[in-house]
């Protein structure tokens, strides 16, 4: 019996081990193949960084529907960045690439992550097993960068360059063309807490971290991860349902579809967009949230023609150009890349030539003969991306009949204070709501339509805010860093600025009464 027992105990220890053994196998694929999407994504990340002009987001990037396991691959992405200035000295110091592994180097960025700070590596891949052969000169060519930079360890390393978590809430937006505000939110409320936006809507409200990414109803386009920032540019254009609406620079398509949902199906939306290869990702977009009045136009919104009959009954245009960025840097991971890690963050070479096209779409908005309302955003913090731009287009904007209007009344975070008239501007705060957008409305007057009067009795054209009075005051520093530190002390040298300027009297609390 016992020799029974025994030989029946040894297969199921042996039967037990095969299991481990093939629990371990998938293991290492699933970590093989983690390692090359994780490559995949990160040389996309890196040559977009090193052109400063980044397809999309490093989130998006990771969840776009190619990735199988996005939480292993957005984990490893991530640490690999923040370690990446590490890697690379390492790499340098030790000299073990050849030409063949150079040409891999994002693949060999993410191996040498897990071999030097992750978790062990199997001998599972060609470059896993040539790198693993030097593991003991990577880790004895760490030591040595060490006490060169004269730490204790990488965690103090890393600190020197870490920038902190903002912490804000998950924002969603429902798409109100396939489910109800009130439906949705007793679905979410089934697993998470969940509460309205008293500001719009169609928004809702979870709690910070909220990972919503794998949930049905964003994955049937029932709802929408978009901050509140963004969620507040279509509204502030307001089109009314049978409306025809030019979305000038439309990918990735958010903005987009909000407008088809406020328009509620009626009208026609055409969706502008120059590069081709975010075409497909607005495609997708329109087709997840079900909008059927959107017409997708691969062209250069600055090659479209006013004059042009096609256009001749376009209402609204949403000009959202393209910007910086730096509003949402933190919320899009803008502190792992390179560039930033290196002090780059701030080129003002590449703001110029931003705020130069910028205020250049936005005097062609102008121009189309039926437009009712403008709405200009970015999701930069940038002075001379947001109010510069505003201040530069306003004489020509009166010039046709055009008024900056006050979108969201309620609302307190108003524009810099450098021009008269700023207050009609919206500015969101990133620290505080997640993103730092900018929005201007114009509206124009009913005299300054086709067809209509735009003189007053003494033949002058109307003017709301009349270009004498479009002064600069005295100058407010351009907000153009995300170290969260820097975002404090400049805005509280702007206050100290604005305060003395206004005879010791502070501009915030004035307006706000």
Not at 507 to 513: C, M, T
Request: hydrophobic share 40%; net charge positive; aromatic share 6%.
């Amino acid at each position: 019996m016992k020799k029974k027992g025994g030989v029946g105990g040894g297969d199921g220890s042996r039967k037990g081990n095969e299991d481990k053994r093939g629990r371990l196998r998938g293991a290492e694929r699933s970590a093989y193949f983690a390692r090359r999407e994780a490559a995949k994504v990160l040389r996309v990340v890196l040559e977009g960084d090193a052109k400063r002009r980044a397809l999309a987001s490093i989130k998006s990037l990771i969840y776009q529907p190619s990735i199988r396991n996005k939480k292993a691959t957005f984990a490893l992405l991530c640490q690999t960045l923040k370690h990446l200035p590490i890697i690379k000295d390492v790499l340098e110091s030790a000299s073990i690439l050849n030409t063949k592994w150079k040409r891999q180097q994002e693949l060999i960025y993410i191996i040498v992550y897990d071999i030097l700070f992750g978790q062990e590596v199997s001998l599972v891949g060609d470059a896993e097993k040539y790198l693993m052969r030097r593991k003991d000169a990577l880790r004895s060519t760490l030591k040595q960068i060490l006490l060169q930079r004269n730490v204790k360890n990488v965690k103090q390393l890393i600190a020197l360059h870490d920038v902190p978590d903002v912490s804000v809430p998950r924002y969603v937006r429902v798409n109100t063309l396939k489910l109800d505000v009130d439906t949705a939110l007793l679905e979410l409320q089934e697993k998470y807490s969940v509460q309205k936006d008293d500001l719009l809507p169609d928004l809702l409200i979870l709690p910070p971290g909220t990972d919503l990414h794998d949930h049905p109803l964003v994955k049937n386009g029932s709802i929408f991860m978009q901050g509140k920032a963004s969620s507040m540019v279509a509204p502030a254009l307001s089109p009314e349902p049978g409306w025809e609406v030019l979305d000038a620079c439309a990918a990735p398509g958010n903005k987009t579809v909000h407008l088809a949902a406020l328009m509620k199906r009626k009208g026609r939306i055409i969706a502008c967009e120059l590069q081709k290869e975010r075409i497909k990702r607005l495609k997708d977009t329109i087709k997840l949230s079900g909008a059927s009045n959107i017409q997708v136009l691969n062209e250069d919104f600055l090659n479209i023609s006013p004059k042009d009959p096609s256009y001749s009954k376009v209402k609204a245009i949403l000009l959202d150009p393209s910007c910086s960025g730096s509003g949402t840097a933190a919320s899009r991971l803008d502190h792992l890349l390179p560039s930033t890690a290196a002090g780059q963050d701030t080129d003002m070479e590449r703001l110029n030539k931003l705020a130069a096209f910028q205020r250049k779409a936005l005097q062609h908005a102008l121009l189309f003969p039926a437009v009712e309302r403008i709405v200009y955003s970015t999701c930069s913090i940038n002075q001379i991306e947001n109010e510069d731009v505003i201040i530069s287009v306003l004489p020509i904007a009166e010039s046709h009949g055009f008024q900056l209007a006050k979108p969201f009344p309620e609302w307190q975070c108003r524009g810099l204070p450098v021009f008269e008239g700023s207050e009609h501007l919206v500015r969101t705060d990133p620290a505080k709501d997640g993103e730092g957008f900018f929005i201007a409305l114009f509206n124009r007057k009913e005299a300054s339509l086709p067809g209509r009067s735009n003189k007053n009795e003494t033949g002058i054209p109307h003017r709301s805010i009349r270009t004498r009075n479009v002064q600069r005051k005295k100058p407010i520093l351009p907000f153009i860093c995300t170290n969260p530190f820097r975002m404090w002390l400049h805005n509280q040298l702007n206050r100290g600025i604005i305060a003395k300027s206004r005879g010791g009297r502070n501009w915030r609390d004035k307006r706000a009464g």
